[in-house]
């Protein structure tokens, strides 16, 4: 049984088959503290047979959520702050949109396991431009590089729901290169991003 029943539209949600147990057990727990003040201390390995399983699914469409929260508050935060002009505006505004749907579409294949969001901060990321731009394209990069590198984990019906965003955020990297001067699209073939180094992206920004 997929652990997603797509009868909804385009958005995936829970499948209420799936015991409580089942979800929760294996390593989410620690991939659940990357939400707090802690990160998840191993790496997500493939599943043996190639087909993943619900388990491995929650946890990385829980680390997933974290990725989207965490850019969504970044872009709405420099929008307060950053006294962004012209096109970089419109990236933050545009892009900043994008991740609040796609927070909101990890929420409801999660349902009431997705739990509350972590506080941020983010420094003068949020008020130097150009900081803002650097760091926007170290967040898309290295979110980007985790779903690829974790798609192989994933069951096909989660594989199918995370592309939608994937492809996305591939854009919004993209994007922010081009604004910053960099070529949009420097090699052929991205590299992927391990859980360890993500972490050490991500968890300056996580306040609790």
């Keep these: ?23 929760l057990k294996g390593s989410i727990a620690g ?6 003040a802690a990160v998840g201390t191993t790496e997500l390995a493939a599943s ?4 993943g399983s619900a388990a491995t699914d929650k946890e990385i469409l829980t680390f997933g959520l974290l990725i989207e929260r965490l850019q969504a508050a970044f872009y709405a935060e420099a929008l307060r ?19 609040q749907e796609h927070a909101k579409f990890l929420e409801s294949a999660l349902g009431s396991a997705a739990g509350n969001s972590p506080h941020f901060k983010f420094g003068d990321a949020v008020t130097d431009p150009a900081k803002f731009l650097a760091t926007a394209i170290s967040l898309e990069e290295t979110g980007l590089g985790v779903y690829n590198g974790q798609g192989v984990n994933l069951t ?22 081009a604004l910053a001067g960099k070529l949009p699209a420097p090699v052929a073939v991205d590299a992927t991003v391990s859980v360890t180094r993500a972490k050490q ?8």
């Design 1 to 23: 049984m997929p652990p997603f029943d797509s009868t909804e539209g385009d958005r995936p949600r829970v499948s209420s088959h799936l015991s409580r147990g089942t979800l």
């Design 31 to 36: 991939l659940g503290a990357l939400a707090g």
């Design 48 to 51: 043996p047979d190639a087909h």
């Design 81 to 99: 702050s950053a006294h962004l002009t012209g096109e970089v505006h419109q990236f933050a505004q545009v892009v900043g949109g994008q991740e």
């Design 156 to 177: 096909p019906a989660s594989l199918a729901a995370a592309a939608k965003i994937v492809s996305v955020e591939a854009r919004h990297t993209a994007w922010a290169r």
């Design 201 to 208: 992206t991500f968890q300056p920004f996580i306040a609790s």
